[in-house]
């Protein structure tokens, strides 16, 4: 006679594995037409999302869309780019006009419980800064007492930036814009002498002015914030996707596993933990309605964390952002892959 509690254990599974086969409303609609609409920056933030003449997207933020199509549908072409501004960015995912927003956006509490979003992961370690010209003859943000700053509006910038001037007792002037555009131009034309917002997006600013060498990143970080893409509250089928459809591109990294060298590692590694990773054991994929060698397409297609970083922000690209918090756990960053088992 079987125990209660195996019994009991038994129906657990049973009831898991009908759970886990039942998709969520996004991810059927994905399937359906056979793309991922994803909300990027909309005035183009190099490094982390910009479009070239030939329409082409790029950037950190665009892997992240690009990862989640390699998933899906094994073509990490599949994306379709929504730019949208500050403003715009979370009407456009509670009312479904995308599917996932990657716009370097801040995950607070707020935003997590109030705004109807989750955000499954984070994909950049950031923090607020300041950018001064040159000509201000100021070395730290603690010199900023009574200077007019730019900033954009409806973000947790302008938040930051207030607190930021009374907790140091300072007086400060907001020059404030609805999008960042009109925040860069009005910093470079002089009607401000201060920019702040995230010190990703300062780096990204300054490659675009006339004279970069003329405008310093000051030293002081002033917040927390961390970046990642956001889905729609309580569609948990889709934000195990997005997951571990990043997971993915960290893991990669931390085996040594590239674009360059993915299919060597497929057909030669004898260690367990890659080939469960490359879907040549197990079915990992099963779980979360995904082909089993997903994570292999993207690392393919997209390649790893430490590939995207460096050519988008990093080493390789014009912003040559450091990796700081953004390097794995190993090398005493922050980027650390959740388990493929």
């Known amino acids: 006679m079987m125990r209660l509690s195996s019994l009991?254990?038994?129906?657990a599974l049973v009831a898991l594995g009908a759970a886990s086969a039942e998709a969520g409303p996004t991810f059927d609609a994905v399937k359906a037409k056979?793309?991922?609409?994803?909300?990027?920056?909309?005035?183009?933030l190099p490094g982390f999302a910009s479009v070239n003449d030939k329409n082409e997207w790029s950037g950190l933020d665009v892997d992240m869309c690009k990862a989640v199509a390699a998933a899906m549908f094994g073509d990490a072409n599949k994306v379709k780019y929504t730019p949208?501004?500050?403003?715009?960015?979370f009407t456009a995912l509670q009312s479904g006009q995308i599917d996932i927003l990657s716009r370097n956006t801040t995950d607070t509490l707020s935003r997590d419980t109030s705004l109807g979003l989750d955000f499954p992961a984070i994909n950049y370690y950031d923090g607020q800064g300041f950018m001064a010209k040159n000509s201000l003859g100021v070395k730290s943000a603690l010199e900023l007492d009574g200077a007019s700053v730019c900033v954009q509006a409806g973000t947790t910038t302008e938040l930051n930036l207030a607190d930021f001037f009374r907790a140091n007792n300072m007086k400060y002037q907001g020059v404030v814009f609805e999008n960042n555009d009109e925040v860069n131009a009005a910093y470079e034309a002089g009607r401000c002498d201060v920019l702040t917002t995230d010190a990703s997006g300062l780096y990204s600013t300054r490659v675009k002015l006339q004279n970069p060498a003329d405008h310093t990143v000051l030293p002081e970080i002033i917040s927390k914030e961390p970046l990642g893409p956001s889905v729609r509250h309580g569609d948990n089928e889709w934000a195990d996707v997005v997951r571990w459809s990043f997971y993915a591109m960290v893991q990669a990294e931390e085996f040594g596993i590239t674009q360059?060298?993915?299919?060597?590692?497929?057909g030669e590694t004898q260690n367990p933990d890659v080939q469960r990773f490359l879907g040549k054991l197990d079915k990992l994929g099963e779980g979360i309605g995904l082909p089993n060698d997903f994570a292999m397409q993207i690392v393919k297609q997209v390649g790893n964390y430490g590939e995207s970083f460096d050519r988008n922000v990093g080493a390789g690209s014009a912003l040559k952002i450091e990796?700081?918090?953004n390097a794995l756990w190993t090398e005493g960053g922050l980027q650390y892959a959740i388990p493929f088992r």
Request: glycine letters at 16%; hydrophobic letters at 40%.
């Open 8 to 11: 009991l254990g038994a129906c």
């Open 34 to 44: 056979g793309f991922v609409q994803c909300g990027v920056n909309v005035s183009g």
């Open 84 to 89: 949208l501004n500050a403003k715009e960015r």
């Open 260 to 266: 360059a060298n993915v299919d060597q590692m497929a």
């Open 323 to 325: 990796r700081g918090l």
